[in-house]
């Protein structure tokens, strides 16, 4: 089908649109114009359109002649228009301009626009095709050399290569498994073009192959008064980890075939976790390898990936292994509760194999295709809290918890270690500066709020550099750093400890908290005030807290008749529950019983026993369940100043891990009631308390005491000290 076009036109109206469009259309003057610079312009064009065609190859040149003899302009412009190879919205463009002046000087940018890409395309076209010939002119020498290397009889890169790779299959010692995957892919690399991409690939995966230590390993240091100097000289405490690494030396000494133990160190941060595994490597000998695992989401980083890959390697673990050099070495895997997940996989899955001793004998890395012996291996994991290790993972591994070290441990690691290691690392010599002990214990407690000691090394290089500036401008050593001093060099002090007031306080207990950087104490407020029963609370605490105020409401509402408080006082009072510092995010169950215990002090108006701090679950029948983190807490309440702490009496095992000199300093009692906890925390007995719990957990009280109101507390806070 041949279309002329006639006439331009515009569309005014559809009138219809089946079987075929009819439309009403308005006809289109178009403006004519004579004169030197139309003439121009059409040269000018003409000319544009010829080089247009030799640049172009998609417009034949016999188009030139027929254009050439086209002498009205506005049809020389529609006709070069529609040999133009543009998008149609440019055609249309051109198409809608009545001006003939106008359509030729749009179609002049437009062929200029157009022949600037072309002759961008003919140098992009030009510079392949050149290096495409360069190509083949070292392809074609390449193999002009190695024919001319066969006739004279000498052996040609690639042969050089697989001579050498052969004689280090050779010297590896490689397992027969390995040894044949190896000789296979060498014979392979053999027969590849030099510059093949496959052949790069294989390269690298013998390179691999015949670099891991298959055979080489160390020996263990088997004498256990060696090992044990060694970890007491690189860290103060953590007698539990020491003791396990002795028991393994022991054991290794008496038997040779050995698994290697896999420990999972659990601590807050800055408590030694990753230089304890580095002692651990130089008591036995060993070599030391270490990778984090935090915010790994792919599961091969740990098995490596195919060899399909374009960039593949070998996972995490092999890494570390070529890395060592020995395939029995301390290896440690950090940050293992900071693991992640995604579409790529689960790393945490791909970890069982690695830290199951059952199954590490065959390790599958998928870019190496044969399996590896870690059963030699000693693996080592840290981490800060437990809960976010997957369970399985969890359950192949030996937990040892490195809590939070106490002020006077701190110090002493602060003397041993600490000190001189800034002293050195600032450019000082140990008698330019001396610091006295009082004056590291006010750093610790007013300057660092945390478990471990790394926020106190900081605080003491900062302090050795202040003394460095002092020296350097003139000031004679030795500077000598006591209490008064420590202002001066460090500032204020950032934290205010959190000392108890040892004032009783209607309705406000002191809790005990334990947190990733250790332990804290937490007040606990509750307030009565007139209302229709609502429970208010706040503080932002999570819902196991929530809930745990819920059923210290309910226990007291149970219990209100014994406790001296109306049965009905729920109808006609609010109760509001609050835990101060309310941007903090607060979660748990173990502030049960201080929860209860400030909701029956307001709503009996007695005063709770400023000393004393407590930590406990409660149910609803008034049983104290146990909790975790007993140290931690206790060495909180040590800190704060507090003389007595209750704790449930199922943590009595716990109470061996609290050091002898706190537990000389505080009264530890135990408690497996909540009328034990009201009658030792409250300024006067409760009518009640102390009775005794039968089977079901039902309370037998014969005795009930009114509500007291407002103010009574002050009446007769006397009778009641003396009472208490």
């Given at each position: 089908v041949l279309v002329e076009g006639l006439q331009r036109v515009r569309i005014e109206e559809f009138v219809e649109t089946e079987p075929c469009f009819r439309v009403q259309v308005e006809e289109i003057a178009e403006i004519e114009e004579e004169g030197p610079e139309i003439e121009a312009l059409i040269r000018t064009v003409q000319d544009q359109f010829a080089e247009y065609v030799k640049l172009s190859r998609k417009v034949p040149s016999e188009v030139i002649v027929a254009i050439n003899s086209i002498n009205e302009p506005g049809r020389l412009a529609d006709t070069i228009s529609a040999q133009l190879v543009v998008a149609v919205e440019k055609k249309q463009a051109l198409l809608e301009i009545p001006s003939v002046r106008e359509r030729l000087e749009e179609l002049v940018l437009l062929l200029g626009s157009e022949m600037e890409i072309l002759q961008l395309e003919k140098k992009i076209h030009v510079r392949v095709r050149k290096q495409l010939e360069k190509n083949q002119k070292e392809y074609y020498l390449r193999e002009q050399m190695r024919a001319i290397q066969k006739e004279l009889g000498e052996k040609d890169a690639i042969a050089t290569e697989v001579e050498e790779f052969k004689e280090r299959i050779e010297k590896a010692k490689l397992p027969k498994h390995v040894r044949e995957q190896a000789l296979h892919e060498l014979g392979r690399l053999e027969k590849m073009p030099p510059m093949a991409a496959e052949a790069v690939v294989v390269r690298t995966y013998l390179d691999w192959l015949v670099s891991l230590p298959w055979s080489k390993e160390t020996r263990d240091r088997l004498d256990i008064a060696v090992a044990e100097d060694i970890l007491d000289e690189d860290h103060y405490g953590l007698e539990k980890v020491k003791e396990r690494i002795l028991e393994f030396l022991a054991v290794r000494h008496l038997t040779k075939k050995m698994k290697g133990p896999i420990?999972?160190?659990?601590?807050?941060?800055?408590?030694?976790?990753?230089?304890?595994?580095?002692?651990?490597?130089?008591?036995?000998?060993?070599?030391?390898?270490?990778?984090?695992?935090?915010?790994?989401?792919?599961?091969?980083?740990?098995?490596?990936?195919?060899?399909?890959?374009?960039?593949?390697?070998?996972?995490?673990?092999?890494?570390?292994?070529?890395?060592?050099?020995?395939?029995?070495?301390?290896?440690?895997?950090?940050?293992?509760?900071?693991?992640?997940?995604?579409?790529?996989?689960?790393?945490?899955?791909?970890?069982?194999?690695?830290?199951?001793?059952?199954?590490?004998?065959?390790?599958?890395?998928?870019?190496?295709?044969?399996?590896?012996?870690?059963?030699?291996?000693?693996?080592?994991?840290?981490?800060?809290?437990?809960?976010?290790?997957?369970?399985?993972?969890?359950?192949?591994?030996?937990?040892?918890?490195?809590?939070?070290?106490?002020?006077?441990?701190?110090?002493?690691?602060?003397?041993?270690?600490?000190?001189?290691?800034?002293?050195a690392a600032n450019g000082l010599k140990e008698d330019q500066i001396i610091i006295s002990d009082k004056a590291i214990q006010k750093i610790i407690a007013q300057y660092t709020r945390e478990a471990g000691v790394r926020n106190l090394e900081r605080e003491l290089g900062a302090m050795c550099r202040k003394v460095a500036k002092e020296i350097v401008q003139g000031e004679e050593p030795p500077i000598r750093v006591n209490v008064n001093s420590i202002e001066k060099?460090?500032?204020?002090?950032?934290?205010?400890?959190?000392?108890?007031?040892?004032?009783?306080?209607v309705g406000v207990a002191t809790g005990l908290a334990y947190t990733q950087v250790g332990g804290d104490i937490l007040s606990i407020e509750a307030t009565v005030m007139p209302g229709k029963g609502q429970l208010i609370i706040t503080g932002q605490l999570g819902d196991v807290m929530r809930e745990s105020a819920q059923a210290s409401l309910s226990y007291v509402r149970s219990r209100a008749a014994q406790l001296g408080i109306p049965v009905d006082f729920y109808e006609k009072h609010d109760i509001h529950i609050h835990v101060p510092e309310g941007a903090i995010p607060k979660d748990g169950p173990s502030a049960g019983i201080t929860m209860t215990t400030a909701?029956?002090?307001?709503?009996?108006?007695?005063?709770?026993?400023?000393?004393?701090?407590?930590?406990?679950?409660?149910?609803?029948?008034?049983?104290?369940?146990?909790?975790?983190?007993?140290?931690?807490?206790?060495?909180?309440?040590?800190?704060?100043?507090?003389?007595?702490?209750?704790?449930?009496?199922?943590?009595?095992?716990?109470?061996?891990?609290?050091?002898?000199?706190?537990?000389?300093?505080?009264?530890?009692?135990?408690?497996?009631?909540?009328?034990?906890?009201?009658?030792?925390?409250?300024?006067?007995?409760?009518?009640?308390?102390?009775?005794?719990?039968?089977?079901?957990?039902?309370?037998?009280?014969?005795?009930?005491?009114?509500?007291?109101?407002?103010?009574?507390?002050?009446?007769?806070?006397?009778?009641?000290?003396?009472?208490?």
């Amino acid at each position: 089908v041949l279309v002329e076009g006639l006439q331009r036109v515009r569309i005014e109206e559809f009138v219809e649109t089946e079987p075929c469009f009819r439309v009403q259309v308005e006809e289109i003057a178009e403006i004519e114009e004579e004169g030197p610079e139309i003439e121009a312009l059409i040269r000018t064009v003409q000319d544009q359109f010829a080089e247009y065609v030799k640049l172009s190859r998609k417009v034949p040149s016999e188009v030139i002649v027929a254009i050439n003899s086209i002498n009205e302009p506005g049809r020389l412009a529609d006709t070069i228009s529609a040999q133009l190879v543009v998008a149609v919205e440019k055609k249309q463009a051109l198409l809608e301009i009545p001006s003939v002046r106008e359509r030729l000087e749009e179609l002049v940018l437009l062929l200029g626009s157009e022949m600037e890409i072309l002759q961008l395309e003919k140098k992009i076209h030009v510079r392949v095709r050149k290096q495409l010939e360069k190509n083949q002119k070292e392809y074609y020498l390449r193999e002009q050399m190695r024919a001319i290397q066969k006739e004279l009889g000498e052996k040609d890169a690639i042969a050089t290569e697989v001579e050498e790779f052969k004689e280090r299959i050779e010297k590896a010692k490689l397992p027969k498994h390995v040894r044949e995957q190896a000789l296979h892919e060498l014979g392979r690399l053999e027969k590849m073009p030099p510059m093949a991409a496959e052949a790069v690939v294989v390269r690298t995966y013998l390179d691999w192959l015949v670099s891991l230590p298959w055979s080489k390993e160390t020996r263990d240091r088997l004498d256990i008064a060696v090992a044990e100097d060694i970890l007491d000289e690189d860290h103060y405490g953590l007698e539990k980890v020491k003791e396990r690494i002795l028991e393994f030396l022991a054991v290794r000494h008496l038997t040779k075939k050995m698994k290697g133990p896999i420990l999972c160190l659990v601590g807050p941060p800055g408590v030694g976790k990753t230089s304890l595994a580095r002692s651990i490597a130089r008591a036995l000998g060993r070599k030391f390898v270490r990778f984090s695992l935090g915010g790994v989401r792919d599961e091969a980083e740990i098995r490596g990936h195919r060899r399909t890959y374009i960039g593949a390697m070998p996972g995490k673990v092999i890494q570390a292994l070529k890395q060592a050099g020995s395939r029995n070495p301390v290896m440690l895997l950090d940050e293992i509760d900071k693991m992640s997940m995604d579409f790529r996989g689960d790393p945490a899955s791909a970890l069982l194999e690695v830290l199951d001793p059952e199954q590490n004998s065959n390790f599958g890395d998928h870019y190496m295709e044969v399996t590896f012996d870690l059963s030699n291996v000693f693996f080592i994991t840290t981490a800060n809290v437990i809960h976010n290790i997957p369970r399985p993972l969890l359950d192949r591994m030996e937990v040892i918890q490195l809590p939070g070290y106490t002020e006077e441990e701190k110090l002493e690691i602060a003397k041993r270690h600490l000190w001189g290691k800034q002293v050195a690392a600032n450019g000082l010599k140990e008698d330019q500066i001396i610091i006295s002990d009082k004056a590291i214990q006010k750093i610790i407690a007013q300057y660092t709020r945390e478990a471990g000691v790394r926020n106190l090394e900081r605080e003491l290089g900062a302090m050795c550099r202040k003394v460095a500036k002092e020296i350097v401008q003139g000031e004679e050593p030795p500077i000598r750093v006591n209490v008064n001093s420590i202002e001066k060099l460090l500032g204020s002090p950032r934290f205010l400890r959190t000392v108890s007031e040892g004032e009783s306080k209607v309705g406000v207990a002191t809790g005990l908290a334990y947190t990733q950087v250790g332990g804290d104490i937490l007040s606990i407020e509750a307030t009565v005030m007139p209302g229709k029963g609502q429970l208010i609370i706040t503080g932002q605490l999570g819902d196991v807290m929530r809930e745990s105020a819920q059923a210290s409401l309910s226990y007291v509402r149970s219990r209100a008749a014994q406790l001296g408080i109306p049965v009905d006082f729920y109808e006609k009072h609010d109760i509001h529950i609050h835990v101060p510092e309310g941007a903090i995010p607060k979660d748990g169950p173990s502030a049960g019983i201080t929860m209860t215990t400030a909701l029956v002090s307001a709503l009996t108006g007695r005063p709770v026993l400023g000393e004393v701090a407590m930590t406990g679950e409660i149910t609803l029948r008034g049983r104290i369940l146990p909790i975790g983190g007993v140290k931690e807490k206790v060495l909180a309440a040590h800190r704060a100043g507090i003389k007595r702490v209750l704790l449930p009496e199922e943590n009595e095992k716990d109470l061996e891990d609290i050091p002898a000199n706190v537990r000389k300093k505080i009264e530890i009692e135990l408690v497996d009631h909540m009328d034990l906890v009201l009658e030792k925390a409250l300024l006067a007995p409760i009518p009640g308390a102390g009775v005794d719990v039968d089977d079901s957990g039902d309370i037998e009280s014969e005795a009930s005491m009114p509500f007291l109101p407002p103010g009574f507390e002050q009446r007769s806070q006397q009778q009641w000290v003396g009472n208490s």
